[in-house]
């Protein structure tokens, strides 16, 4: 099966080597010709010059890159992904988008006679290289039935949720937990240094009771560390909470902890943070 590859970020580099690894023929495109050059190197796979001559050919185009704006510049236009993906085609959107951005593509590509699923995962970075994402899918049965085997080169858990827009509203669902998990855990661990326990000590306590979380298994001694370094961007995770904002805004919905840790980012974003992971958040306290 051919297969194209669009944004080769942190995530997306690791994602389309496991499907060259997995057998598939694919081709990558990245905005910076060097990176798509160096996953050539890596997986002995294809690069090409535009979104459009990656598609040609391919069953199935998988998109992983920035935001709404980012999707649309490969997906539309003379050089972009529906220019050259064909009929009976799908087009798989891996970004953390809006849902409205799911439905839209889902029509462009019905008017092109191919299929669309919305499909954001969760993960982080150390999920993409170990391919055990959670992949939430918007979209039609009959194109998840297709795709879900290939997916599953990464996947840890793959479900369809329901029609167009419902991966990305799930993974709006993942980031407001996530939110004021972060700055649970921060306030949690600041309090620990503060009454001079030992917080290895806490940690180990406390993963075996009612506090226990994939975010303390792995974040709570890094962030009692200060190290910061972990892949996904506090900078992206404001992008993602404007999004959930917007969406819950739009549905009459007040979202009081996301809008508080929210404004928490933005204090570390003017602080020059934005570069560093999303645990940062103890760094305000």
């Known amino acids: 099966m051919?297969?194209?590859?669009?944004?080769?970020?942190v995530m997306g580099f690791p994602m389309a080597g496991h499907l060259a690894q997995a057998g598939y023929q694919v081709t990558v495109y990245n905005r910076?010709?060097?990176?798509?050059?160096?996953?050539?190197?890596?997986?002995?796979?294809r690069s090409a010059a535009t979104p459009r001559a990656a598609s040609m050919g391919a069953e199935m185009v998988m998109v992983c890159v920035g935001n709404d704006d980012d999707v649309r510049s490969v997906v539309y236009?003379?050089?972009?992904?529906?220019?050259?993906?064909?009929?009976?085609?799908?087009?798989i959107d891996h970004t953390t988008a809006s849902a409205e951005l799911a439905r839209e593509l889902e029509r462009a590509c019905a008017a092109k006679g191919a299929g669309f699923l919305d499909a954001p995962v969760s993960g982080g970075q150390a999920g993409a290289e170990n391919g055990k994402l959670t992949v939430m899918v918007g979209g039609a049965e009959e194109h998840f039935a297709r795709a879900a085997p290939v997916l599953a080169a990464y996947a840890r858990q793959c479900k369809q949720l329901g029609p167009a827009g419902s991966g990305q509203l799930c993974k709006m669902v993942n980031q407001i937990l996530i939110a004021g998990l972060l700055e649970g855990l921060a306030e949690g661990i600041r309090f620990a240094q503060k009454a001079g326990l030992d917080v290895a000590e806490?940690?180990?306590?406390?993963?075996?009771g009612a506090a226990q979380s994939w975010q303390?298994?792995?974040?709570?001694?890094?962030?009692a560390a200060g190290k910061f370094d972990f892949g996904f961007a506090l900078d992206w995770m404001r992008k993602d909470l404007g999004i959930c904002l917007r969406q819950a805004q739009?549905?009459?919905?007040?979202?009081?902890v996301a809008r508080l840790v929210n404004g928490f980012y933005a204090e570390l974003q003017a602080q020059g943070c934005?570069?560093?992971?999303?645990?940062?958040?103890?760094?305000?306290l």
């Open 2 to 9: 051919q297969l194209a590859f669009i944004g080769l970020g």
């Open 32 to 45: 910076t010709p060097a990176r798509a050059q160096a996953w050539v190197e890596r997986y002995a796979g």
């Open 77 to 91: 236009g003379d050089d972009g992904i529906l220019a050259g993906l064909a009929a009976g085609g799908i087009l």
């Open 202 to 208: 806490v940690v180990e306590v406390l993963r075996h």
């Open 216 to 223: 303390l298994e792995n974040r709570a001694l890094t962030m």
């Open 250 to 256: 739009q549905m009459g919905l007040e979202l009081p």
């Open 274 to 284: 934005g570069r560093l992971d999303t645990s940062a958040l103890i760094k305000r």
